[in-house]
């Protein structure tokens, strides 16, 4: 008699019970992406040039990511000079950025970006604590 009442549904409640762990199994993937420091202003030009960076691991390799704002009416090349400093050995280097922008446009370094922001992304060195860097920017022109 058990058999009889509960014989379908047993294996059709395994069956949605496996399902499930599975359908959860294959949706979880390790984030890819640890933000260490979140967006910062760096500083802004003369010419209206907004600059803004994090630090952040894109799956295996710390970097800093830069964001560029180009509020001005017209369109421009932004340069300036990224200098990054690992206060705990005081060791620091510097990255010479030029970078093209289209007026009243953002341009953001993410992970998986296309290859038009590479510039923009500066990979650290090893020993380089990535919740302790300074980073300072000094524009060019």
Known sequence: MFLKRYGIVLPVLFFFLSLSISLHATSYQPKEEVVYKNWDKLGESSNHIDVFGRVIKCTTTNQIHLMIFNESSVDQVSKFVVEITNPV????????VSFSTIKATIYKAECNSDASTNVLKIDLPEGYDPTQVKIAIEFKS
């Open 89 to 96: 050995t005081q060791q620091k280097f510097s990255k010479e």
